[in-house]
């Protein structure tokens, strides 16, 4: 390149940005080779990097290499197929794309007016998504609700929640906010607990159901109707609940027509969190699963996860957007324009916690044009399938048993101790986890699940194959004789 | 390319984005073309996109085709060289390769785990600008303070503002949150209403201190004391003042020496915004500006906006990161791991809203380098520059007066009203804005300031010279003319 690089210059972007895509292709290609979760010691990049900014340009050339020697053995490879941890982040050659032409265009959609273009297409593709999730009407954008992007799942239930609390509170005064009460079960994710914790509801009026392997840990409806009661009678205010299909522990499924009914019935924000698992109810046969979603305020699915577009992507749906804006919007006037002011037009910064926005919706656009809705949901049913497979391999190993029921593409197991006792076997399957991924072969985590320790193999990286499952569950199996033999 | 597209696949990958390199580089070839602000009527773009998703792959090039005719339509083109309105949103060569890099490597950051390099590469860098700021070394990651990279200035403010509120909650007791009292001027952003609101801090609880021409626009000392002493003498809780560096409506600059002696002799959390103006502050001759910024609790400058950096990448310091830790942890048992219950690392999903976060660092890592601090000076000395002649232009034309100083690169200005009839003038310049903008040929914005409808004009986009401004000032002219002769 010619001189020095400029602030932008189209054929300096051209120029630089083709290199950059051969570096990336190549990451791919070569993305096996890595450990898959980084075996780096805390603070290893300071040592590798000045303590300052150079105050001269450096040749991209000399950055590259960095993130090849420097960046690479610190990065924990979530695109590897050989990635099973927590739940899987997909990264595609389409949403890849659709993040480069959102970050080559780089507008800031707060207002419709700063891109039409930015609003409008997220209305449209949140209502085709709606659609292939058969979503009650009342989520579409046509009507009362609609459906906007927002960055986590735990955003979206932070946003449902503040939604509830002030509509609550526009009716019971705000003095009241020390009653307000929130349901959810024990396996709900850490992210109600942290909305709650911002919006100052009372950690003690979250009631934190209790399940077990009875009801495979799924939320109680007799438990939860009974926590009500006693509430009522109490003086206190329930006025949120939220359920979840597929648990980040165990992928369990939270009844929603039984809780659907309950909420309704005594006025609660009944709010669904399907980050993981809503993706499969593209399919007829996983759509079950969300049956009763009618009855939801809000529902939520992380299209970042399993949908094959690039972090962040976390669609919500809700069916009253009055609701949010009446919690979120704000209207200075340097953002006041005629298109707002007639209310003619979907302002997305009233249904989210931020001003700005990137243009998120071209990558799921993408997604959805460049796979189609067939082999999307062939995509799912593969990883499903191979989870089924991993699922009897580990049945025809009598050392292990699986721990809770498989409903989607994730598999909890464990190393079943060699006496009765429960804290030898949870030390055991740690030190199994441990054995498994200080290898850099793969990466699987871990959950406790009434006081067990679990071992969590979550299939769901785009270049995961049957045989990247086989050899897992060979160095698994290998690692807990090795464990057993010096035990 | 052969066959359908794969999830992943590393050859189609390098196909398909070379594809869409080119399509990115002919757009900013092209950027002049287009009109700034898009002209398109609310609705457009539902008549031209189906109703639902297709079942079907479709190919690259329709999708690339619809881009070009449906969407570009629809974009408020943010990175022309003739967009002057709300502050700029930077994208760069660096910039947009580090974009790039992230979507690549699509890993979710939360954990140090989940990918060491992500972690320490933002520790680093926000070590390596707040250098380059001059912030006092309580800011680095070094002590008890940090860095952090928030998506947006508004969830900046946020997370300081929790950080502030649980402070002083678990001294004087939850029940007290209807006392407290936040503090900021009239101008300050939106966005601490926002935060104020999702804290649940009562909305008559926060002073919103008046502000005209005689201090620029800038907070009082004088009044912040006296408001301090009113609350404190009736019972209410001082908590939290925002002081901003360069204002959004005419980059007023609030005095941080005084106003920061204030907060701290009356324990406020002092929380200093500079989400625009901040990144003049590497140059030497406007540091000065945050002269003070020793007294601050936290500090917060958008890298995105003037800094080369693509959105999203808002830089926050605090002093005390446990503060902002003890607000936003939670500790589920699916994320636990050695390296965290070691305390041997930093955790940055403890220190935001959301839990999931990009590998945003790589940006500005990139353009830190790739440009360095001499040339970043040089351009944020270039766009200052550059509203300096407009400025001087504006005083070349009796028709029209500067409204407020220009500190930075906005100038705030308006045509001067044939009568002096305050309402006369702000139509002629209301429909001022309108002419100007609905030519397609340059994009400004307006504010109010003291009852003055106030057009900005804001250079900043990397593609702006000096030849854009010009033809800008003679537009505005033009259009000013044609409105005075016809009322």
Redesign the interface.
Known sequence: MEG???????????E???K??????????NIENFPV??Q?Q?????EL?P????????P?Q??LDD?QE??????????SPEYFA?FP?????????G???S??????GFS???????T??E??VL???A??LKLPDEFLSTGQGGGVIQ?????AV?VVL?AAR?KVLRRVG??A??KLVVYSSDQT???L??AC????I?PENCRVLKTDSSTEYALSPELLSEAISQDVASGSIPFFLCATVGT??STAVDPLPALGKIANSNGLWFHVDAAYAGSACICLEFRHYIDGVEEADSFNMNA?KWF?T???CSALWVKERSALIQ??S???????NK?SQDN??VDYKDWQ????R?FRS?KL??V????????LRA?IRNHIELARKFEELIKLDQRFEVVAPRNFSLVCFRLLPTQNDVECANRLNRKLLDAVNSTGELFI????LSDKYVL?FAVGA??TEERHVVAAWKMIQEKASALLMNS
């Open positions: 020095e690089l400029k602030p932008m210059d189209a054929e300096q972007l051209r630089c940005a083709h950059m895509v051969d570096f990336i292709a190549d990451y791919y290609k979760l980084s780096v805390p603070g290893y990049l300071r990097l303590d300052s900014a150079p105050s001269r340009p450096e991209l000399d950055v993130v420097k960046i690479f053995p610190g990065v924990t490879h979530w695109q927590y982040s997909n990264s595609s050659v389409a949403g890849f794309l993040e480069m032409l970050a080559g265009i780089n507008m800031v419709w007016i700063t891109s039409p273009a930015a409008e297409l209305m449209i209502d085709w998504l659609k292939a960055g986590t799942a735990s955003e932070l503040l002030d705000r003095d906010i020390g994710h850490s992210a607990q942290k914790k911002i919006g100052g009372h980040t522990s970042h094959l690039n972090f962040d919690s979120l704000t209207n200075p006037e340097f953002l006041k298109a003619m037009v916690i931020p001003l700005g990137r071209l656009w993408m959805l044009r460049l796979y189609g809705l067939e082999n995509y985590s871990h959950t406790v969590r785009p270049l």
